[in-house]
């Protein structure tokens, strides 16, 4: 989460543990930034007199768990206070602050993350408009394809308890006192994060009408839903019954290895040069995507995070 407040908020800076950056004489920005046990940034930005602070859930250490929320978001400030490297004005920050950056993220008890990949990768709704990437070795990213940041959006799925293992996350384990309890917490555990990037984002996703941290907090919107409703389509068809004739195409399908480029060098070398070409292969592209929709996982992610 990322809020911009007040410059006033800020006070007994230690300036030794803050990075200076000036032009001319001018002080722009002091700014501290740490990415162990977890992440954190704090800005003074002088140029624009307001207060920049950045991080992350894990600031909750011990109540990681409970993640970001009404709850939890001044422990999170207070927590900045006990590193010494400055004082927040807690109260005052939580009732005058902007969220121009966060992530959204459900965590969901299932044991299926190759089979929600699968069924990504063999469901996006538009194969031009969305993308997928792989993201570490135990989940799929999901990124609309646009120029302009304020309509990008962002999903990452992936096992929570395998990410918290993975040694980027040895220092925070090692910070809290109850390590064994939080992995015990992600164990079985599928992680909805999305990434939310712009103000306008903020807004239109969460339906809030400002930025205001109890706005975003408050929120009653699903936009982890909202965005798999967009990229991910769910063809509700029952299993049609198979022709002769497609039989006949499955078996050139199966011995091409479901390569489409094999499949139509053998259909050019067994037909006619009257043959049209296009008319044949949208018959072997209809029939391969029948049968990968009906091979794909029986799982509803739309249900999951419903």
Request: glycine share 0%; charged share 15%.
């Given at each position: 989460m990322k809020l911009v407040t007040k410059i006033?908020?800020?006070s007994d800076i230690d300036y030794s543990k803050f990075i200076l950056n000036s032009k001319e004489d001018s002080i722009l920005y002091y700014k501290y930034q740490q990415e162990r046990p977890f992440y954190l940034m704090v800005m003074v930005n002088y140029q624009h007199n307001e207060l920049i602070l950045e991080f992350t859930g894990k600031i909750l250490l011990d109540n990681y768990t409970s993640l970001i929320c009404t709850g939890t978001a001044m422990d999170c400030l207070s927590q900045i206070n006990r590193l010494g490297i400055c004082h927040l004005d807690v109260d005052s920050i939580m009732e005058d602050c902007?969220?121009?950056k966060c992530d959204v993220t459900k965590?969901?008890?299932c044991n299926q993350m190759q089979d929600?990949?699968?069924?990504?990768?063999?469901?996006l709704s538009n194969y031009k408009k969305w993308v997928t990437k792989p993201y570490r070795k135990e989940g799929i990213t999901i990124e609309n394809v646009v120029k302009t940041p304020r309509f990008k959006k962002r999903l990452i799925i992936y096992d929570k308890a395998k990410e918290l293992q993975s040694a980027d996350n040895r220092h925070f384990l090692n910070a809290v006192s109850n390590p064994n309890e939080i992995l015990?917490?992600?164990n079985n555990k599928i992680r909805f994060e999305l990434n939310i990037n712009t103000m306008d984002q903020i807004r239109n996703l969460l339906n809030i009408p400002n930025n205001t941290l109890s706005a975003v907090l408050t929120s009653k919107a699903n936009p982890i839903l909202s965005v798999i409703d967009e990229a991910i389509k769910y063809n509700i068809c029952q299993?049609?019954?198979?022709?002769?004739r497609d039989y006949e195409h499955s078996l050139l399908l199966k011995e091409c290895g479901y390569d489409m480029s094999a499949v139509e060098a053998k259909v050019r070398a067994l037909s006619a040069k009257?043959?049209?070409?296009?008319?044949?292969?949208k018959v072997y592209k209809d029939?391969?995507?029948q049968i990968q929709t009906e091979a794909a996982p029986n799982i509803d992610i739309r249900a999951l995070v419903a």
């Open positions: 006033d908020y800020i902007n969220v121009v965590d969901i008890e929600i990949i699968t069924n990504v990768r063999q469901n015990s917490y992600f299993q049609r019954t198979m022709t002769l009257t043959t049209s070409i296009t008319r044949v292969m029939l391969y995507s």
